[in-house]
Structure formats: structure tokens, C-alpha cells
């Protein structure tokens, strides 16, 4: 199955491999001890590691080209089955209890579980929210925004100022932080969405990053790096409620909130103006061509991403009762990004199941939560390049004609 | 008077290492049209290594003057066996993806790299070995410019007048101007376009290393987020003066190493970042060519 060749090209690889990480991975020096620590099973694991992927990637390789050949030896003669995943979401008969049975689920997971569980469940669910916002912008009108959390920041910002200041409480400030990280997303877009792609992305980071330098030094309006404390959590009707109320309190505005999001996302998708995001993010020119109006359709993406963007905020700051400019640097943006691309870029679903997969996993994993961040980096890199379409991948509503049998030809 | 010629020094320097860093953006840009995220992470790596290799070599007794050359010589190679790596492993096989898939791909490999270093090693500051000593010459004008400025200055200038022969009067130069003319031409006339790529992958990254290793000595300390700052800066740099263009890659880190060095010495030196940020969205906003860039004409 594998020829002498390959294994001596994958020898090659994880050699070049061990050379690779030599310095950093085995060396590490002291240099106010003067000491120096050799960590030669480093090496080891490297050498193994690289050598058993190279061998497994060249094998999926090969497969690969042989199903394919065989494939097209046998012509487009054989329907490809759809996924078991399609099938149910085509099909409402399966969806509907489905979907039934996860809400009851979601709405009992409280009482099933401890606060620690509802407390992460509820951070999830936030990142479920935050990821559907950035899919409207990256998935579904194909703008890359790395500035993402500058709406979060935004919205979090707005609900422990006006408190501080005003005393404005949550549910006020919940309509209020989305209309700010709205207006910031026009602001911001207006003048940054004639450019292109790649360029749209770096001006996106910049602001980003902006905003978070004035937030971390302009002291007499955030109070700089040291952030906000004592942020009410969110009140009910005027009843004080005890830690772990509260805590279950936000948790069912979470669920409440994922859902209205899952259903507005829902419809956006096929609306007039879904269908427009999708056009320009296939072909900008076409679509100008066909009358759609470039600059409005994409500032209502940017602005409809910043709205969830800016209430998540107001959460996130209800949720931890203080904020500071370190909880929004661009790793914030590239973990709500990568929870977009694993997912997948425009299917609702998959972003669901890559935000739960991403922040769960390394929760109930802590050995492995320190790898967190080089698997978002890893996650980004590999699904680009063996799967771009994401875990779920999107399929647009379409027509299907029935194929005739060659029987009843005429 | 002094203290505007001081900010003026500490600006050129600053704006010598962005210029460094900046050529790896800009050629990588000019031959495959990807802004090359992982950039200031190669920079980051060639520091890295300069200050393990100059350590170990510190602690194992070599002269000084040892330690400078394969230190050097360190970060130069690991930094571009890690561009070679990186191109080929997240680049390559997306050549004929959608624009925004590399650049993706891109960012991935830049946080991937952030916390390989940040595990293999530590996320503290850790103080860099003073490699460049304090020359006697340059005692009379040491409060104005150090010596390490001047070396910078020097060492910089001449690796971009070897980056300009290089490009000018090589074989491997000549078919890196043929294939950011137009790759496909120039695979037609023979040009191993693969290898020109990886060729300006590993020229770019030896250069970043170069700088890693002048500014993490010229500071004093490094650790694994440098690479994120300066990536971003010197990106700026490079789209300031045209994003593709040699010379205007120096250009652009020359005027934004003396902005920031004015705006900070005369303004605020709260806000040094948010300089170098706005001036990165002014420009992409209001002359995205850039100052000695083409302006791009997108055919249908």
C-alpha cells in the first residue's frame, strides 16, 4: 500500500521537520541563570509526529485520486447520495422534532447540570451568537472583517458607561449597545468597503485595534487598562436575584436570544437582500450589472453583523460584572473567525456546531485547553486547505428536476 | 535642535527595520498577490532563534564577535527554512483558491506560530544578549545617536543595496521580475515559477530575520508577540509606498519610522500605535496604490 518511496519521502519530511523546530522546541536558555535545558523528547515527538501525518496525508491523498479516477471511469452516471446531514435539514419532517428536542434540551440543561456547566453553556451560547453575526459578514456577503470585536467592545462599553454615568440598566441598554456597534459598523464601513478584499481586511484589524488602544488609554472615558467593575447583572422586574439566579437568568436570555438569532438569520438568508449578499460575494461586477445597489447591501451586512456583535457586548459585560480593553484584542476576532470557518461560511448549523465544538472542547478538556489557541491558529489553516466549504457546508435552496429514466424516452 | 536630530536618528532606525520587514511583504505581495500575515512572525522566529543561539553560544564561552556572525547566520536560515515551510504548507496548495482563502490560511499560520513559540518557550519578556557594543568613535554623539543606531542604519543600508543587486543583475532576480510581470508568461518561457516563489519566501524571510535580530538588540528583550506589531507596521509601510514596490517599501518604513519617532517625541507617546494604525487605514482608504505603487486596473 505505501511504496519504499513514499515512506522515504516522509522520512525526509520529518527530518527536515526536527531541523525545523530544533532551536526552539529543544533548546531553551536562561540567560540571567545562564543555564541551558536540552528537552531532546521534544525532538522525538516532533520527529514521530511529522512522520505519522506525512504517511496519513499520503495515504488520504491516494485514495483520494483513486476515487476519483474511479469515478469518472464510471461517468456521472451513479447520484451521489447527500449527506445523512443535508437529508435532515431538507426534509421538515426530521427537522422539526429535531429542533424541538435540542430547545427542550437547552431548556433543561440547568437543572441537569451545575452552575459551573450553565456558566460555560452560556459563554458558548455567546459565541454561537457572536459567530451567526460574523457569518452574515464573512460567510454570507464574503467581507473579511478582523475588527470583529471592536463591535463587541463597542457594545460591552456602552452598557457599563451609560450605567456608571446614567444608570441605565440592561434591558435599556441591550437596544441601545446594538443601534452604537450599528452605527460604528456604518461608520466604519462607509468609507472601507470600496476596497478590495485582502485590503478590507487589514482596515478592518486596524480599526479593530484602534479601538481597543483608545479604550486601554484614553483614562477619563473608559478608565483605561484597568477597566470597569461592579456592572449590574441583568435585573427582573426589580427583583434582587442571588448569584445563582442570576446566573441562570442570563442563560435563558441566551437561549432566547440564539434562537431569535437563528430564526432572523434564518430568513435573512433567503430574502431579497440575503440573496444579494450572496451575488455580490460570488461576483461584486455582475451584480452591479444586475442593479443592486453595492455600497447599501454591504453596509447592511456590516451593520446587521455589528448589531449582534453589540448586544453579545451588553451581555458579556452583564455576564462578567467588569471589562477591561485585554477581553478584545484580535485573538477575540480570529476565535469567532475560526468558529466561522470550521463551521462553515454561510450555513447557520455549522457555525453553530463550530462554536460549540471550539469553546466546549477546550472546557472539558483542560489538558488541552493550553493548545487552545494554536488549534484555532491550526483549525484555520487545514480547513482552507481540505475543506473550505466548513464541516457543514451550506447548500443553497435550490430546484432539483427529476432526472427521466432512460426507459420512458420517447 | 538636539532633540529634534535625536527623534530624527531614532526615527530612520525605526524606520530601517519596518523598511527590512516591509520588502518581505512587498515582494511576496508583487509575485503572488498575498499579504503575507505570517510575516511578522517569521521576524519574530529569526529573533527567537538569534537569542537562543547567542545565549547558548554566550554561556558556552565564544567571543563576542562569533556570537554576532552565527547568530546572525542562525536567525537568517531558521527564518527562512520557516517562510520555505510555511509558503509550501499553507500556501501553495491554495494558489488557485478564492483571493480571501490564502489570506486566511495566512492568519491561521500567523497564531499558529504565535503560541508554538509561546509554548515551546514562555510568554514572559526575556532579555536580549547586548550584541552590539558601544563604539569608541562614537562617543562624542552618543547622546544623540547610539552605536547600535548606526549599525542598524549601516547593516540595513546594505542589505538593501544587495536586495537591489540581487533583483537587478541575477539570474533568480530577472525571473522574479518576469513572474510578478505576469506568472503565466513566465512559466511559458520556462520559468520555474514554484521555485521563484519559494525563492522570494526564503529572500524575505532572511531579511525579517536580519531585522528581528538589529531590534531585539537594539531593545533589549523579545518575546512572542513582537511579531504582531511589527508585522502590522511594516504591512503599513509596504502599502505606504506601494504595496509590490522595492523602493517603496523603504520609502513607506522610512516616513513611518519618522512619523511615529515625531508624533511620539512631540505629541503623545500614549497613542504610538494608533499613529502607525490610522495612518495604515488613511492611506488604504484615500490612495490604496500607494505613493510609488501602479494603480491597479481590475479588468472584467
Known sequence: MISFEELKRSFLVSLWFVFLTFPILVIKANPIERTIIWRWENMFFVAIGSFVLSILIRVVNTQKTKRLERRSASDSDTTTSEPLIQVILQNPRYLYPLAGAVTVFALVFPYLFDTYQTNIMTTALMYVVLGLGLNIVVGMAGLLDLGFVAFYAVGAYSYALLNAHFGIGFWMALPIGALFAASFGIILGFPVLRLRGDYLAIVTLGFGEIIRLILENWNEFSQGPSGISNIPRPGMFGIELSLEAAILYIYYIMVALVIVTIFVVNRLQDSRLGRAWIALREDEIACQAMGIDKTKTKLTAFALGATWAGMMGVIFAAKTTFINPASFTFLESAIILSIVVLGGMGSILGVIVGALVLILLPEYLRALSDYRMLAFGAILVVMMIFKPQGIISNVRRTYKYQKQKSGDVQ | ?300
Do not use: C
Not at chain 2, 567571543?63 to 499553507?90: D, M, N, Q
Not at chain 2, 508554538?116 to 562624542?140: G, H, K, R
Not at chain 2, 532572511?206 to 508585522?231: D, E, P
Open chain 2, 1 to 300: 535642535m538636539e532633540y529634534f536630530i535625536e527623534l530624527l536618528f531614532s526615527g530612520l532606525t525605526r524606520g530601517a527595520i519596518y523598511a527590512l520587514i516591509a520588502l518581505g511583504y512587498t515582494m511576496v505581495y508583487g509575485i503572488i498577490g498575498l499579504i503575507n500575515f505570517a510575516h511578522g512572525e517569521i521576524y519574530m522566529i529569526g529573533a527567537f532563534t538569534a537569542f537562543i543561539v547567542s545565549t547558548v553560544l554566550s554561556i558556552l564561552g565564544f567571543p563576542l564577535l562569533a556570537i554576532i556572525v552565527l547568530a546572525g547566520l542562525a536567525a537568517a536560515v531558521w527564518s527562512s527554512a520557516y517562510g520555505y515551510t510555511v509558503e509550501k504548507l499553507a500556501y501553495k496548495p491554495l494558489r488557485h483558491a478564492p483571493r480571501l482563502s490564502p489570506l486566511i490560511s495566512a492568519i491561521g499560520m500567523s497564531i499558529f506560530l504565535q503560541n508554538y513559540v509561546l509554548l515551546a518557550q514562555t510568554s514572559d519578556f526575556q532579555p536580549f544578549p547586548e550584541l552590539i557594543p558601544e563604539f569608541d568613535f562614537m562617543e562624542p554623539f552618543v547622546h544623540i545617536v547610539g552605536s547600535s543606531d548606526m549599525v542598524i542604519l549601516v547593516v540595513t543600508t546594505l542589505m538593501m543595496v544587495g536586495l537591489t543587486l540581487l533583483i537587478k543583475f541575477t539570474r533568480i532576480g530577472k525571473a522574479m521580475r518576469a513572474t510578478s510581470q505576469d506568472r503565466k508568461m513566465a512559466m511559458l518561457v520556462g520559468i520555474n515559477v514554484d521555485r521563484v516563489i519559494s525563492a522570494t519566501f526564503i529572500v524575505g524571510s532572511a531579511l525579517a530575520a536580519v531585522g528581528g535580530l538589529l531590534i531585539a538588540s537594539h531593545i533589549g528583550q523579545i518575546n512572542f508577540f513582537i511579531g504582531f506589531i511589527a508585522g502590522i507596521k511594516a504591512f503599513t509601510a509596504a502599502v505606504l509606498g506601494g504595496i509590490g514596490s522595492i523602493p517603496g517599501a523603504v520609502l513607506g518604513g522610512v516616513i513611518l519610522g519618522l512619523t511615529e519617532s515625531f508624533a511620539t517625541g512631540y505629541v503623545s507617546s500614549d497613542y504610538e500605535d494608533v499613529f502607525a494604525f490610522s495612518l495604515l487605514v488613511l492611506i488604504l482608504i484615500f490612495k490604496p496604490s500607494g505613493l510609488l505603487g501602479k494603480a491597479e486596473i481590475q479588468k472584467v
